[in-house]
């Protein structure tokens, strides 16, 4: 009797093809994300290239030969082209606004070139790494001044010395025969310092928990919006929506009943979560309402027509839910609301643009982190909008063959 249990689970289990998915290939699929975020593949294997611009206040050969070398690393990917030269202000601006990462700035300190790294300290990883980068140029850049320094002032020493004594001996035509001293083989060096100063998050109260709250928040809007959209496959099966397509209802004003019930919810719960995120842990909610407003119902009207669309798109609730969790869960992990987007390769964040999360995701960081106005949320609020209206048509059109049953 015991075989005949496991048989009759192993016939069940290869008849189940949402099953299947779930117990082979979603651990496979997420794997494979993973893999290619933080080891080989198309993550590369390597820490992402920083994006960075460099200004050149102390303007001598020294501080070019930094940027130079600086330009070499592996490291670092400049934005802007060596022979166009821009101010502190406008790097701080760029750096305010996402253009970039970071940027470096050579400037004297006490007589010595020394660099202040104008960071996003919401990128946890840049700013140790660009350090190490810039202190070891300013080290190279300086040692190879120092030995030079040394090896012309001992040449003039020695041939001075050499032409006091009567020393120089010459041929015939006078020929002088000085031989230069040899440079030391360690030079003693001294580390110029290298300064990291935080353009954003200085002065704010837990900035970054405000990204953690949107990364959680649009993964389970998702999720509870594919749930959602599941009542309407469950209408179908217990045959209720046969009843109330023979009344007065319209398909095409049930499924804007959904959506804007959905949407309502939706909005509800990341205004709840944001709201504990304020009381418990500090994030200025109340400071930033207006483009919180507006990316939240943006965000959840968008993610209802997502859910309504899969519902359509599915025959059964099983069918839903299998899709679902592979759908919502590879969303999260590749648009940011698993694995913060900084540690991923340029073109895995190129990938992770598919997805809602990522457009969500950088909305809320311009309203929350970089406090930009709300003007500089058109390109998030602009797709959030068009990929909403494009599920919800398409699941209008998927509900037809509901109509003709």
């Known amino acids: 009797m015991i075989w005949t249990v496991i048989e009759v689970s192993l016939r069940r289990l290869l008849h189940n093809k949402v099953e299947l998915l779930l117990t082979f290939v979603v651990p496979i699929a997420f794997f494979s994300i993973f893999a290619m975020i933080f080891g080989g593949?198309?993550?590369?294997?390597?820490?992402?290239?920083?994006?960075?611009?460099?200004?050149?206040?102390?303007?001598?050969?020294?501080?070019?030969?930094?940027?130079?070398?600086?330009?070499?690393?592996?490291?670092?990917r400049f934005m802007r082209d060596a022979d166009v030269a821009i101010d502190r202000p406008t790097a701080t601006e760029m750096v305010r606004r996402g253009s970039v990462t970071m940027a470096i700035v050579l400037r004297e300190r006490d007589g010595e070139l020394s660099a202040d790294l104008l960071a996003d300290s919401s990128d946890q990883i840049a700013s140790q790494v660009a350090t190490a980068l810039v202190a070891r140029s300013l080290m190279i850049v300086k040692a190879d001044q120092q030995a030079f320094s040394l090896d012309t002032a001992s040449l003039n020493a020695a041939i001075s010395n050499e032409v006091m004594s009567g020393e120089v001996m010459g041929g015939d035509n006078g020929q002088l025969e000085a031989e230069a001293p040899q440079v030391p083989a360690e030079l003693e060096t001294e580390v110029t310092p290298v300064q990291v100063i935080d353009v954003i998050g200085q002065g704010k109260v837990n900035p970054v928990i405000s990204m953690y709250a949107a990364g959680i928040a649009v993964m389970f809007l998702l999720f509870g919006a594919t749930g959602g959209g599941g009542s309407f496959l469950e209408e179908?099966?217990?045959?209720?929506?046969?009843?109330?397509?023979?009344?007065?209802?319209?398909?095409?004003?049930?499924?804007?009943?959904?959506?804007?019930?959905?949407?309502?919810?939706?909005?509800?719960?990341?205004?709840?979560?944001?709201?504990?995120?304020?009381?418990?842990?500090?994030?200025?909610?109340?400071?930033?309402?207006?483009?919180?407003?507006?990316?939240?119902?943006?965000?959840?009207?968008?993610?209802?027509?997502?859910?309504?669309?899969?519902?359509?798109?599915?025959?059964?609730?099983?069918?839903?839910?299998?899709?679902?969790?592979?759908?919502?869960?590879?969303?999260?992990?590749?648009?940011?609301?698993?694995?913060?987007?900084?540690?991923?390769?340029?073109?895995?964040?190129?990938?992770?643009?598919?997805?809602?999360?990522?457009?969500?995701?950088?909305?809320?960081?311009?309203?929350?982190?970089?406090?930009?106005?709300?003007?500089?949320?058109?390109?998030?609020?602009?797709?959030?909008?068009?990929?909403?209206?494009?599920?919800?048509?398409?699941?209008?059109?998927?509900?037809?063959?509901?109509?003709?049953?």
Request: aromatic fraction near 8%; hydrophobic fraction near 50%.
């Open 41 to 76: 593949g198309i993550g590369g294997g390597t820490t992402p290239k920083i994006k960075v611009v460099a200004v050149d206040e102390f303007a001598t050969p020294a501080s070019r030969d930094v940027i130079a070398s600086l330009r070499d690393s592996v490291g670092l």
């Open 236 to 405: 179908r099966e217990n045959q209720t929506l046969d009843r109330l397509l023979s009344t007065q209802l319209s398909m095409d004003q049930l499924l804007l009943g959904k959506w804007f019930y959905m949407t309502c919810i939706g909005t509800l719960q990341v205004t709840v979560m944001f709201v504990w995120a304020q009381v418990v842990f500090g994030v200025d909610l109340m400071g930033h309402v207006d483009g919180f407003v507006m990316m939240t119902l943006v965000t959840a009207s968008a993610a209802a027509a997502f859910g309504l669309f899969l519902a359509t798109l599915c025959k059964t609730r099983g069918q839903l839910n299998g899709l679902s969790v592979i759908l919502v869960l590879s969303m999260s992990a590749l648009g940011g609301s698993m694995v913060p987007r900084y540690v991923m390769s340029d073109r895995l964040r190129e990938y992770g643009l598919i997805t809602f999360n990522a457009w969500a995701l950088d909305g809320y960081d311009k309203v929350f982190w970089r406090e930009l106005p709300v003007a500089s949320l058109a390109p998030q609020l602009s797709v959030l909008l068009v990929s909403g209206v494009v599920m919800l048509v398409a699941a209008r059109l998927l509900a037809i063959r509901w109509e003709a049953d």
